[in-house]
């Protein structure tokens, strides 16, 4: 299903950006895997688990925010001659706070991990797809983005503007063989959504309807689906991953 598909994932060293990895290696996809900065546990990581499942991962490195580096980056990529099959926009940071009190620098900050970086790498990747004719864009959303909650004004309208970029680059790409979808996961069980909770204070999140949070690999199922031709006619859509829905 999807063999010998070839992945580019940012924001690959932890959490759901690393149950990507996993999960789409051991489909047998080969990947490159992004990171913001150089490390030996994060190579010896991405080395173990190419070996484990028979493909290749090569470690890419650039700081979302820094569009040259972003471009250098991309460049070495496309030079490998290979084609670039899937795109997976994980990166992003969390931010809460009430938007009085949130400095406008600060609210530009996540919109330019969140939004401008997903965008501007898109356009990178997006020649490619266009001369293959084929490709699968798959873009970070969050709950954030649908439930109305004080203190999510930076986090949650930057995911919002996930979701629409997301419905209209689907619209503008199909005609390329082009599918593009998110993924607007709940709270998930990594160290950004243990971070989240332990900051929230007296208005901590309820896991979800089923008592708990997501598992990072639960997120990265719905990815693997969207990126395979079992979603062929999927397009354009934002997939809610929340357990039965957020408990209030």
Not at 193 to 212: C, D, H, I, K, Y
Request: aromatic share 6%; with cysteine; hydrophobic share 45%.
């Amino acid at each position: 299903m999807l063999t010998g598909k070839n992945v580019l994932i940012t924001g690959s060293n932890r959490g759901i950006g690393k149950a990507f990895v996993e999960a789409f290696a051991k489909r047998q996809c080969n990947i490159w895997a992004c990171a913001r900065k150089h490390s030996e546990e994060f190579e010896t990581q991405m080395a173990e688990i190419a070996s484990q499942n028979g493909v290749w991962i090569r470690p890419v490195y650039f700081e979302l925010t820094d569009s040259e580096e972003m471009k250098a980056a991309i460049k070495q990529v496309l030079k490998s001659g290979e084609n670039i099959d899937v795109l997976i926009n994980n990166a992003g940071i969390a931010h809460g706070g009430l938007f009085s009190m949130t400095r406008m620098q600060t609210i530009r900050e996540v919109f330019d991990i969140n939004v401008f970086a997903p965008m501007e790498l898109a356009q990178l990747v997006l020649r490619k797809m266009m001369r293959q004719k084929s490709g699968s864009i798959i873009n970070m959303s969050s709950v954030a983005a649908l439930n109305v909650r004080a203190g999510n004004s930076a986090y949650g309208t930057s995911k919002a503007a996930v979701k629409a970029w997301t419905a209209v680059l689907g619209a503008e790409t199909a005609q390329y063989g082009i599918r593009v979808n998110a993924i607007a996961p709940s709270l998930t069980d990594t160290d950004m959504g243990r971070t989240v909770q332990e900051n929230a204070g007296e208005n901590r999140l309820l896991p979800s309807a089923m008592g708990r949070m997501a598992k990072a690999e639960e997120i990265a199922n719905v990815a693997v689906f969207l990126a395979s031709d079992e979603a062929s006619f999927v397009n354009g859509e934002t997939i809610v991953v929340n357990g039965g829905g957020d408990c209030d």
